[in-house]
T-cell receptor
Framework: DAGVTQSPTHLIKTRGQQVTLRCSPK?????VSWYQQALGQGPQFIFQ???????QRGNFPDRFSGHQFPNYSSELNVNALLLGDSALYLC???????????FGDGTRLSIL | GESVGLHLPTLSVQEGDNSIINCAYS??????FIWYKQESGKGPQFIID?????DKRQGQRVTVLLNKTVKHLSLQIAATQPGDSAVYFC???????????FGTGTRLKVLA
């Protein structure tokens, strides 16, 4: 049983570019959340998707957007990249919003 | 509150001793709590959870204690092993929201 898978594992972009990160949830999970984790800090909630809709959003600008597909997989899009967007981006899935979230190993995004 | 800070507190314990990792949470309306373990280069791994209608929950070698009066959560690890070395995060979920808030994290170092 595959857990949460994310792609790519590493990515290097330059300021102003756009990026798309992908996530496949754990089998059976229908809820997907995205987090940003800066070095030495805890994950910060970006948003959560359920039934292909954004259900809640954290304190992130609208340069951060997402999508959930009918098979529950999800994408995180970031436009107009800034140096400060360099971080580990984590995807987590769960069966319900109040059930344990299971994380992927993340995408390490570096902005030059 | 939101995860802040660049320097993780560190707990060093001798192999075989018990470890206690503490977490102060921010919102008295939080009703679900999770402890995660994060190893270098990996995503957070679920350890144990507890709901606000409980004050103690035990797993294999781990125990979580919840004190709602002082908004405090602790993770006890029995007979700490080298493989327990990692960063540990607590996460809280406030009733009526879908947004998990992570603590600042504690680095556990197990000394041989």
């Amino acid at each position: 049983d595959a857990g949460v898978t994310q792609s790519p594992t590493h990515l290097i972009k330059t300021r102003g570019q756009q990026v798309t990160l992908r996530c496949s949830p754990k089998s059976g999970h229908d809820t997907v959340s995205w987090y940003q984790q800066a070095l030495g800090q805890g994950p910060q909630f970006i948003f959560q998707y359920y039934e292909e809709e954004e259900r809640q959003r954290g304190n992130f600008p609208d340069r951060f957007s997402g999508h959930q597909f009918p098979n529950y997989s999800s994408e995180l899009n970031v436009n107009a990249l800034l140096l400060g967007d360099s971080a580990l981006y984590l995807c987590a899935s769960s069966l319900r919003w109040d059930q344990p979230q299971h994380f992927g190993d993340g995408t390490r995004l570096s902005i030059l | 509150g939101e995860s802040v800070g660049l320097h993780l507190p560190t707990l060093s314990v001798q192999e075989g001793d018990n470890s206690i990792i503490n977490c102060a949470y921010s919102n008295s309306a939080s009703d679900y709590f999770i402890w995660y373990k994060q190893e270098s280069g990996k995503g957070p791994q679920f350890i144990i959870d507890i709901r606000s209608n409980m004050d103690k929950r035990q797993g294999q070698r781990v125990t979580v204690l919840l004190n709602k009066t002082v908004k405090h959560l602790s993770l006890q690890i029995a007979a700490t092993q080298p493989g327990d070395s990692a960063v540990y995060f607590c996460a809280e979920l406030t009733s009526g929201t879908y947004k998990y808030i992570f603590g600042t994290g504690t680095r556990l170092k197990v000394l041989a």
